[in-house]
């Protein structure tokens, strides 16, 4: 793992992260704070210098180790852009210059104490504490239109791990009743599907809209991750009846499963890459109720002589287009169980109400159910697998979370309530009509000012939709035609630049007062899955384009 710390060049104080070099040795990258006066520069660090002297020196009576390198990026003041510098790095405890020191005793830049032998090191998969947004955003900043250095970091930060996502077919209920068996789904794998005799196998990310993302380190535990899961929500409807008998319709969930490997890069409560939106694909169209689907490769990864796997039939797939680029397509496998009854073999010991209702609070459930007359706004980015491709992923992410930042900060400002935030999308609650307006308005106002200037792959393009009516919401689950509605028009229709607003909404009194500027299109249509008709049982959503 990658220490991070400050350092003196050669007296002012940087933020300092120390990481594998590409070529061997260490690369040492520098970063100036506060926020957008950020510059970076990055230092090469070798075992010994041009004259075969050492180049790194351990002071462990202060705490400080005295580097010297090649810069090999950005500049520094007072040096050449090919200068030769010496760095400090002052640790603030004992614990931190032992951290410092080990990882470049990894490297082979600093000679291990007398009588100490190096012990096997693994570098892990997927990187301890992920990164939050904020933090992200500044070293995206720092990195802007220097390719190499982007480069350079999206190395350090992209990991090859197993995405798994697991979406869940949940009965038609009263929409409470339904957050309540989703919440009750979701605390259930969070305390048994990811772990396995006391050992962490899968990570948890996030929940989606009736769906639940989760990674792991490779394919074969994924699999096996999988079909726990699949075990444990057969076995759903019956520990439901014990631990929570007043919530009814404990019938099961009929899962989905997806799951593909590849690079991710993973985030506080959420992470990034092709492997999710190709997972999430073959959970929503390709898996039946109760079937796992896997790449194609993934599963030879997992499984080897599929042949040699009891009880488990596999299917090859045609080769399918991705959701957002028909053209980019990609293959997979089929897997069923021969006997569901064997899903119940080597379960763990289900929770008690005690542990679940614990599993719950963390999750952000534990407010009571609220039923409310909202307006439901949902934003979208558009082609963000296909920047990532043409750019990388963190020409990507940089759209998606400066996106985030504006919304939210926004919402905030008008009193909207941040309910979601889900991948490329922010599912926000307004009180009233005007106030998720004027957010969607400046919201695209914002992005077109942060776009002057840049190329289309480096623009935050914001697509937005609305609509109004009753939700109910349960933590962090939402549910109600107001929301799937506006959440489908964001996802599969708006484009760009547009805030689409249903019929249903004009209808209710918008545009208010004071917004006569405004340019509302005729009436379109768009049909839509089935679950979001109207009340006269169409399956379509009449629209408006405000421009």
């Known amino acids: 793992q990658a220490p991070v710390g400050q ?30 006066a950020w510059e970076v520069a990055a230092v090469a660090l070798t075992a010994h210098g041009p004259l075969d002297e050492e180049t790194v020196t351990a002071s462990p009576a202060s705490l400080s180790l005295l580097l010297v390198g090649e810069l090999a990026g950005g500049h520094l003041d007072g040096l050449p852009a090919d200068g ?64 190499q250095a982007q480069e350079r970091l999206e190395a350090r930060l992209v990991s090859r791990a197993c995405c798994i996502y697991v ?36 990570y948890f990310v ?74 999430q694909q073959m959970a929503l169209e390709l898996a039946q109720p109760w079937q796992i689907v896997m790449g194609t490769l993934c599963c030879q990864a997992a499984c080897g ?43 763990p010991v289900l929770p008690g109400p005690a542990e679940t209702m614990r599993h719950i609070g963390d999750l952000g459930g534990d407010e009571p159910l609220r039923r409310l007359a909202a307006v439901a706004l949902v934003t979208d980015l558009g082609d963000v ?28 400002k008008s009193s909207g309530q941040v309910v979601r935030i889900e991948g490329d999308n922010v599912i926000v609650l307004f009180p009233s009509a005007s106030e998720a307006a004027y957010c969607a308005a400046e919201s695209l106002a914002q992005a077109a000012a942060h776009n002057a200037g840049r190329e289309r792959d480096g623009q ?15 933590g962090t689950e939402v549910a109600g035609l107001a929301f799937e509605r506006s959440f489908y028009l964001a996802e599969h229709v708006a484009r760009a630049g547009e805030v689409l607003v249903t019929k249903h909404f004009r209808e209710e009194g918008w545009p208010m007062p004071g917004s006569e500027h405004v340019q509302i299109s005729g009436l379109k249509h768009c049909e839509v899955p089935e679950g979001l008709q109207d009340c006269a049982g169409r399956r379509e959503i009449a629209h408006h384009c405000v421009v």
Do not use: M
């Open 7 to 36: 350092a003196l060049v050669p007296a002012v104080e940087r933020f300092a992260v120390l990481g594998k070099g590409p070529a061997g040795g260490a690369l040492l990258e520098l970063f100036e704070e506060p926020d957008s």
């Open 305 to 347: 002589d599929p042949s040699q796997q009891a009880g488990l039939t596999f299917a090859d797939g045609r080769s399918h287009g991705s959701f957002d680029a028909p053209e980019r397509r990609f293959t997979y496998v089929s897997v069923t169980v021969q006997d569901p009854s064997n899903l119940a073999v080597g379960l």
């Open 206 to 279: 996030r929940n989606g809209t009736c769906a639940v993302l989760a990674y792991c380190e490779s394919p074969e535990v994924a699999l096996r991750v999988a079909l726990r899961v699949l075990g444990l929500l057969r076995e759903f409807p019956s520990w439901l009846l014990e631990v929570a008998p007043k919530v009814k319709g404990a019938t099961p969930l009929a899962p989905c499963i997806g799951i593909e490997s590849g690079r991710l890069l993973l985030l506080r409560s959420d992470c990034f890459g092709l492997p999710v939106l190709v997972a």
């Open 385 to 412: 697998a296909g920047i990532a491709e043409r750019r990388g992923l963190l020409q990507a992410l940089r759209a998606v979370l400066g996106a985030r930042e504006i919304v939210s900060g926004l919402a905030q």
């Open 167 to 202: 979406r869940l077919q949940v009965p038609e209920h009263d929409l409470g009743q339904r957050l309540q068996v989703l919440q009750y789904a979701r605390a259930l794998l969070a305390s048994k599907a990811w772990t396995h005799q006391g050992k962490e196998e899968a």
């Open 460 to 474: 935050i393009r914001v697509a937005c939709a609305i609509d109004g009516g009753e939700v109910q919401v349960l």
């Open 84 to 147: 030769r510098c010496s760095l400090q790095l002052r640790c603030a405890s004992a614990r931190d210059f032992e951290k410092w020191a080990g990882a470049l005793r990894v490297l082979d830049l600093l000679p291990w104490p007398d009588g100490a032998c190096e012990a096997p090191v693994r570098l892990p998969t997927a990187p301890e504490g992920p990164l939050g947004d904020v933090h992200l955003l500044r070293l995206l900043s720092a990195v802007e239109g220097d390719q």
